[in-house]
């Protein structure tokens, strides 16, 4: 099965669905905005990305932020100081239920930390809004597979923030892949080193800070006593909130390679690594990483390292398509096309570097698809942000569980049901719960 049919079987895949008790704002149907209508906006999760997706839509005409929510007091007040010098009003919420159920918001922007993700996409879709959720989607196959059922019962507009698919070099070069024109492609190189990144020494736990609302931080996730090495940006290298540099930058370039090679998921996974470099710091995803998918007609490779930047071909993070012709090289400064030296096809392309800004262009075109009243036109619809973040779940579930997985799409789970009943949705906590509800 291609990508393709993977997206347009995932509907035919159900679940437990999400519903967070005392939340009632349920109705089916979305504010249909024309071109002309002022689009509301609200934030909710506004430390980083999310603020970045906030201020990329306020710079198109007719956009209006409305409304912001945070669980920690003084990221919201500095967000409100910030809105206030450029003369904009905002209404401030603790809690993302009440944001929602305000009437003048149109549009929800998540950029929680992501085992907030599914829960907060769902319940905007049934409170009729349109929604553009910071990648990756959810924080388990599970929560992926309900989170495209809610937006196809709902049919609300959501994109995914995975803006590299509405950047043109990266649209070009998987142009130039599909062409053919590399040959057979054997193997692809997925690899993602960042020396930036690095975990938090290991410190005592702590009463959380003041203005922090620690247990609406935790939401679903277990019930574990404050500790400044999980919170804010550091919450991504905890299995009970993320999964690592595997969800934070492979569903960006995962997605590409997924995307060139028109892959659905792959037969068998392997994921091999550890905490190699910083086996006493705080971390619980590995900080190294390789995984191995076996695909029909070619192997994908990932390979992924924190502290150091010298990933492959001199670059620290990047897709490579090698093929018997040529081996075609993607990041985020640009492509090129190195020969093959024993091709009797020889091609080569010099670097062509970046001409605009993912970012503008991928909420320009969440905004196009609203004022058009169609969740088709996003360039990274849920559908895609699913197939994508539910690749590097695999690429996970092994590493976390020392097996060689084998995938059944059939049954649509890993021929062993006892991983499948481990890992494949979480445990929700703290009076968070899984429903059918909404199906």
């Known amino acids: 099965m291609n990508r393709k049919n993977f997206i347009k079987q995932s509907a035919l895949i159900t679940g437990a669905g999400f519903v967070l008790t005392g ?13 002309n209508d002022t689009i509301n906006i609200g934030a909710i999760g506004i430390n980083g990305m999310g603020w970045s997706d906030t201020k990329a839509l306020l710079r198109i005409p007719g956009v209006k932020l409305t409304a912001i929510c945070d669980v920690d007091q003084n990221v919201l007040e500095k967000r409100e100081a910030e809105m206030k010098t450029e003369g904009i009003k905002v209404k401030t919420f603790s809690d993302y239920r009440k944001l929602l159920d305000q009437k003048n918001v149109d549009v929800v922007v998540i950029g929680s930390p992501d085992h907030w993700h599914a829960l907060m996409m769902i319940h905007a879709s049934e409170a009729g809004k349109h929604v553009y959720c910071e990648k990756p989607i ?31 070099h990266f649209q070009d070069a998987v142009k130039f892949v599909k062409s053919g024109i590399l040959g057979q492609i054997r193997t692809v190189k997925v690899w993602c080193y960042q020396g930036w990144m690095r975990p938090d020494p290991i410190v005592a736990n702590s009463t959380p800070p003041k203005g922090v609302d620690y247990k609406s931080w935790l939401g679903p996730a277990p019930n574990k006593p404050f500790n400044s090495s999980r919170f804010h940006f550091h919450f991504r290298w905890f299995w009970d909130y993320a ?23 792959p037969k068998t996974i392997v994921g091999l690594g550890g905490k190699f470099a910083y086996p006493n710091l705080a971390e619980e995803t590995p900080d190294t990483l390789t995984t191995l998918y076996e695909f029909d007609q070619f192997n994908l490779v990932w390979d992924s390292a924190m502290g150091i930047d010298n990933g492959s ?24 096309v190195i020969e093959e030296r024993r091709s009797k096809n020889k091609v080569a392309k010099p670097l062509v570097k970046p001409s605009d800004r993912g970012l503008d262009n991928h909420v320009e075109n969440f905004v196009n698809a609203i ?10 619809s849920i559908q895609e942000g699913a197939h994508v973040a539910t690749v590097a779940q695999m690429g996970n579930i092994s590493y976390r569980s020392g097996e060689k997985l084998y995938w059944d799409p059939v049954n649509k789970g890993f021929t062993n049901s006892a991983i499948n009943n481990k890992y494949l949705t979480n445990t929700y906590h703290n009076g968070y719960y899984l429903s059918l509800i909404h199906i």
């Open 138 to 168: 959810g924080n388990s196959v599970g929560e992926c597979r309900e989170m495209v059922a809610a937006q196809e019962y709902y049919g609300n507009v959501v994109q995914v923030g995975q803006w590299q698919q509405s950047q043109q």
């Open 313 to 336: 071909y001199g670059r620290d993070h990047g897709i490579a398509f090698i093929g018997n012709n040529a081996t075609l090289i993607l990041n985020r400064g640009g492509w090129e």
């Open 243 to 265: 999964g690592g540099l595997m969800t934070d930058w492979g569903v960006h370039l995962l997605d590409y390679a997924l995307l060139g090679m028109e892959a659905s998921l």
């Open 371 to 380: 004022r058009a009243n169609d969740p088709k036109l996003v360039n990274c």
């Open 23 to 35: 939340y009632t704002s349920l109705q089916k149907g979305t504010t249909i905005l024309g071109s």
